[in-house]
């Protein structure tokens, strides 16, 4: 199996998508303009405390407070806090915390209102972002993650990942760890460690030392809270920290800033992988080029068709996701309706597995397959289901099917359920029903270019239209594209777009900021 990754970089939202065999399994979209992010760290103020759940509200700067619940102060908490007191209580000299005291682990059965008060400045991280009504969930256990080692202050242990299976590795690697490691830092060594030499480990190990330094620096330094101490790095480069491996053929990109942020990324994990980073530079759009566009249509929605005309029914609810399989009007098996019945239900758990990862669906999953009579088929189903998960990085626990045919699966949830909107509305009527004649359109589209080139003196841009349209205007020898350079110049630029409806269009000037046409002409 080879996996890319396609980095499509727009100016108010970056979008990253994982293909395994050009098939689109995982989808992830942020606007840019969005600072919250599992792993950022801040200092937060106690807003309010909640005995009767063991818990506090703190304001991180987020609409909703975010929940820190006792638990998750960690062991260390009265460290940490005594640290971060000395620390803004000192604005000149910054304390070595290798000089610092470890106080004893916090008790396991203590009380919120024993160990904070409203109003007390604390370090926490975000461990869930927003979902639905609920604010972020923090915790003040803080970590800092890299490829080969997760980073713990006010911690002494060295700690391996179960993964790694060899016992003579998992001694050298805690022997390594400990001999280069910083006194009150603990590290848990990650599986993607095995086998790694000791200069790779040192140097990871120092690049997450530096940000705990910038990070306790700008707590000393902050004037206001809450204030962002710690910022994870781009989803980009975080999500291919977390799925990069060997397999991986290319990552394209189609920004320069990003793709020289992901490139140092990659060159400084495994220096001879550097040139499977590409700079795409084509004229199409980055997920048209690799036919995204057209899977995310097909892949989103309540009805996803995957084999022989079979289906799913996909509903989102607040506590649960529920799926009915359908076999629709697929040609039946040869064999009878147990046959039948099979093949859709594997052909489903194929479909269903890839779906999950795509949508990031969490929480309880409900899946209705169609039944069957036989015991050993439905071990059959479980057991595929259970194969095609494991390629999933989310915890996950699967039952086997009940008595009446469901297969339930947890699913840890992190960040909301990815969900888009496949349906179009119509841009140029907005639901009304009655638009202009179409055969109009393309005079439209001139008074429009018109305007641009000779009224705002516009003379470089691109306009995107729908396939079917571009393919009509870039007809013939004698094309309305052809004409349109003859009349207006060259600096026109027509770029068939699959993301949009049949009579929609948008401008772009030369540095890809989007012009928008209806404000410029309602001045005119």
Known sequence: MTSELVVDVQPKEVSIALLEDKSLVELQSEGRNISFSVGNMYLGRVKKLMPGLNACFVDVGYEKDAFLHYLDLGPQFNSLEKYVKQTLSDKKKLAQITKATILPDLDKDGSISNVLKVGQEVVVQIVKEPISTKGPRLTSEISFAGRYLVLIPFNDKVSVSQKIKSSEERAR????????????FGVIVRTVAEGKRVAELDGELKILLKHWEESITKVQKATKYPTLIYEETSRAVALLRDLFNPSFENIF??????????????????????????????????FDNFGITKQIKSSFGKTVSYKSGAYLIIEHTEALHVVDVNSGNRTKNANGQEANALEVNLGAAD?????FRLRDMGGIIVIDFIDMNEAENRQKLYERMCS????????????????FGLMQITRQRVRPAMDVNTMETCPTCFGKGTIKSSILFTESLESKIDYLVNKLKVKRFSLHIHPYVAAYINQGVLSLKRKWHVKYGFGIKIIPNQKLAFLEYIFYDSQGEEIDMKEELEIK
């Open 253 to 286: 990109v189609n920004n320069e800033a990003v793709y020289n942020e992901i490139r140092d990324y990659v060159a400084l994990i495994a220096p001879e992988r550097a040139n499977i980073v590409k700079l795409y530079k084509g004229q199409l759009t980055i």
């Open 351 to 355: 479909e269903l597995a890839r779906q």
């Open 173 to 184: 690697l805690k022997q390594l760890l400990m001999s280069i490691k910083p006194k009150n």
């Open 388 to 403: 095609n998960m494991q390629k999933d990085r989310a915890r996950h626990n699967i039952l086997p099917l009940s008595k």
